[in-house]
């Protein structure tokens, strides 16, 4: 079934937001907040909100492994991104980077996103 979760939120005057309970679960969409200060956005995640990762991702180039950030480019407010095909999957916690690791950016106000998740049905 599909899931609607509140948050996460960046702060006024933050870059990073507070970190999100997915349960494990496949996130199909995030809708960016209105009034978003235009800056690309990252991804931090979690298997236990404790130690946070930035994610990235690895591409094989060459023979040799190629690591990349994984960077939405900067996007109008209030836009729905959808996630590929089998991303998503298995995300635990979850915190959302305004800008990237080594630029963030700064919300002038508080920013809040929402996470459209597709959740099991525990019954079936």
């Not at 990235?56 to 994984?70: A, K, T």
């Not at 109008?76 to 995300?91: A, F, H, Q, T």
Request: aromatic share 8%.
């Amino acid at each position: 079934m599909l899931y609607a979760l509140p948050g996460p939120t960046i702060a006024a005057g933050e870059s990073m937001s507070n970190a999100v309970d997915c349960g494990g679960n496949q996130i199909l969409r995030i809708v960016t907040p209105d009034g978003w200060d235009a800056a690309p956005i990252t991804f931090q995640l979690s298997p236990d909100n404790v130690k946070f990762s930035d994610l990235y991702h690895v591409q094989v180039g060459n023979g040799q492994f190629l690591p990349y950030e994984v960077t939405v480019p900067a996007l109008p407010d209030g836009v729905i991104l959808s996630m590929p095909p089998e991303s998503g999957e298995r995300i635990f916690w979850i915190r959302i980077r305004s800008g990237t690791r080594a630029v963030p950016v700064v919300q002038s106000h508080e920013r809040t996103f929402q996470i459209v998740m597709w959740v099991p049905d525990a019954g079936a």
